[in-house]
């Protein structure tokens, strides 16, 4: 995932579990979410309500200028839901 880090002022790529394990909000919290989004979307046995190319899309438009806390809290909201997978 090709991503903004903040505290270091560039771009920079990040494995999944990496942006899983980031802390704090903003950015870093967003980047959470859209894993977890990631992971759900690709899974067939999950129901999503986003497509990977989906969640991609508007990951990277928050971060080029949009409303990273919407996106992340819209991302939330989905990753939320109840899961089949045990």
Do not use: W
């Amino acid at each position: 995932m090709n991503v903004v880090r903040p505290e270091q002022g560039r771009v920079e790529d990040l494995t999944l579990l990496e942006g899983l394990e980031l802390r704090g909000g903003k950015v870093n919290a967003l980047i959470r979410h859209a894993v977890a989004a990631l992971l759900n979307a690709s899974n067939p046995d999950v129901s999503y309500d986003l497509s990977v190319s989906e969640v991609v899309e508007k990951f990277n438009d928050s971060v080029s200028g949009g409303d990273i806390e919407a996106t992340k809290n819209n991302f939330e909201s989905f990753n939320e839901q109840g899961c089949p997978l045990n």
